[in-house]
């Protein structure tokens, strides 16, 4: 999940707020978002399927959801998996944990990170169960 994305501000919470207000307020029962840029003339109606997706993203901004506090640097993301950057960036391009990029920087939520290590550590602990049972099994003297 490759993305630019500005981390949101206190400004940005209450500039989203207003146009959720606005949205929500508005006398039409279609939620259709029209965008015009700046610059240009043109205004472009989004389908439903994006006006959806940027009201969601408007909600997470208006909580505060994309904030600094809840991304990661791959240096901060990889001390707390306890691996190398170098190796954490070839997990984030295999895609085995999502990430956005901020200008040219990765940057991978807490969450993301936290139920990654949960998943390694299951599978690790599921492969000691495994390794435990087999030198059970051949009388190697390893007991629990």
Known sequence: MKSIINYSN???????KTMLKSIVNSKTESKKIALNILGESNQFVLPN?????????????????LSPAKLLSTQEASDLLGVSRPYLVKLLERDEIPFIKVGSHRRVSHDDV?????????????????LQKQAQELKLGYEE
Do not use: H, P, T
Not at 10 to 16: I, R
Not at 49 to 65: H, Q, T, V
Not at 114 to 130: A, D, H
């Open 114 to 130: 936290l139920s990654y290590k949960n998943k390694m550590v299951g599978k690790r602990n599921k492969q000691i169960k495994f």
């Open 49 to 65: 399927e994006a006006s959806e997706l940027i009201i969601a993203l408007l909600k997470d901004i208006a909580k505060g959801n």
């Open 10 to 16: 206190k400004k940005d919470q209450v500039l989203a």
